[in-house]
């Protein structure tokens, strides 16, 4: 399984990275943490943070995730993928791609309402043998996943579920869990996350 970030459109890769590098500095010396108390708040180590911030390799979705969460925003406001208006039109097609399969399948982030309620709406191919490993989102996180094409799958606490087109899968993302294609035709499918961030109160020095 490859958990890195991959921006499809190669030209936007370098400018993407290093928008996400400027968005996570600027909200963490907006709230006075140092590089070592975010990383305890996100729960990831403080070198991949730095490596984050300098815009050096390509960050995982866990990675973002986490620093999301931790710093109380959403991964669209790391992206600057969304504007903060009421009301908003956007494409299908569109997004930001931020995983790459073994195989070629990819995870797009179609839109993300920017903070402090992540809610965001991707679109995921897989094809068979691959297969993404999510951490746990922050307290109370909710996904709701749909099959447009193939055969989804979907392991949670433990506990596998399957749906063919027509099908969703709702599950509780406060836990470890996964997606993988479970036919032997790619799956396309869609996915819709709410969470509220909820940082880990940071540890006395």
């Not at 070629?104 to 839109?111: K, S």
Request: charged share 20%; glycine share 12%; aromatic share 6%.
């Amino acid at each position: 399984m490859n958990e890195s970030v991959t921006i499809v459109n190669e030209p936007a890769s370098g400018a993407t990275i290093a928008a996400i590098a400027r968005s996570v500095a600027r909200f963490r010396k907006r709230q006075g943490l140092s590089l070592g108390q975010l990383a305890a708040r996100a729960g990831v180590s403080k070198a991949s943070l730095a490596g984050l911030e300098k815009a050096s390799g390509n960050p995982s979705i866990s990675l973002l995730c986490q620093t999301a969460a931790a710093l109380g925003v959403s991964v669209s406001d790391l992206l600057a993928a969304s504007s903060p208006r009421k009301a908003e039109v956007f494409a299908l097609d569109g997004g930001q791609a931020l995983w790459r399969g073994p195989s070629g399948g990819t995870a797009r982030l179609v839109f993300g309402a920017r903070g402090p309620l992540m809610f965001e709406l991707w679109e995921w191919v897989m094809h068979p043998g691959e297969r993404f490993e999510a951490k746990a989102h922050s307290p109370g996180a909710k996904e709701i996943l749909y099959a447009l094409k193939g055969r989804l799958g979907a392991t949670v606490d433990g506990e596998s579920h399957e749906a063919g087109p027509g099908k969703g899968i709702f599950l509780e993302a406060d836990v470890p869990h996964a997606y993988y294609c479970a036919g032997k035709q790619p799956v396309r499918f869609r996915m819709v996350v709410v969470e509220a961030p909820s940082p880990r109160p940071l540890r006395s020095a």
